[in-house]
């Protein structure tokens, strides 16, 4: 685990191989280092916590999450059918109480948990508001969200251009350092920002833990 969460440098490689769109490359080849949005959301989750995580993608974070013990159990949620596939088959093979459903997560309806993370996905949603009341209505009383958004800048980099290259489904929805059109959406979807701050050099993360109002 990197313990300085601003240094995305030290989490280049996890970033640029495979471009996370590889079955298991943090588990298999990044060898389960987190990154530091991971991190972030780790240090937010109380321990035992139920997880559901919307736009979970292979299931890595839970799988991580689980083995770290933080999470009791998790439930994830994502459209990338290969990516369910090995995460199911890996939670069943060494035993970790972590489900996965390829499926639309505005659809989604289970039963409710903790904490629910939505890293990095309001972005990409025709309808943050929407992902957003998802969220809000899976949570326990006492429950929390929190949610990861890039900050919108102009890559400086050449592998932050060449990274664009690679994600056709690029950004719907810009999100500001100051967090107003974050917390204007939390508040639409009835939800209360209670915590928020900024992570990373470069491409820098908005982190928000959010409350039902």
């Known amino acids: 685990m ?3 969460l601003t240094n995305v440098e030290a989490n280049r490689s996890h970033y640029s191989a495979g471009n ?3 079955p298991g490359w943090q588990i298999t080849v990044a060898k389960g280092v987190l990154d530091a949005r991971q991190c972030a959301i780790l240090r937010e989750i109380p321990t035992g916590s139920t997880v559901l995580d919307l736009g979970c993608a292979d299931g890595s974070f839970l799988i991580l999450a689980r083995a ?3 999470i009791g159990c998790g439930h994830g949620v994502d459209l990338w059918a290969e990516g369910i596939a090995w995460g199911n088959h890996y ?3 060494i035993g970790y109480d972590v489900r996965l459903i390829c499926m639309d997560i505005a659809g989604y309806l289970w039963a409710p948990v903790d904490v629910v993370v939505l890293g990095e996905v309001l972005e990409h949603a025709p309808s943050p508001v929407v992902l957003l ?3 809000a209505n899976h949570l326990l009383p006492g429950g929390r969200c929190i949610i990861t958004v890039p900050v919108s800048r102009p890559p400086y980099t050449p592998d932050e251009l ?3 290259q690679h994600e056709p489904d690029e950004h719907i929805h810009q999100y500001g ?3 107003h059109q974050l917390r204007k ?3 639409e979807a009835g939800l209360r920002v209670t915590k928020a701050f900024l992570l990373g050099q470069g491409w820098v993360n908005l982190i928000a833990v959010a409350e039902p109002i």
Request: hydrophobic letters at 40%; one cysteine or more.
């Open 162 to 164: 060449l990274r664009l």
């Open 91 to 93: 939670c069943a093979t």
């Open 68 to 70: 770290a013990g933080t």
């Open 177 to 179: 350092a100051d967090g």
């Open 20 to 22: 996370g769109r590889v």
């Open 133 to 135: 009341n998802t969220a």
């Open 2 to 4: 990197i313990d300085d």
């Open 185 to 187: 959406q939390c508040l």
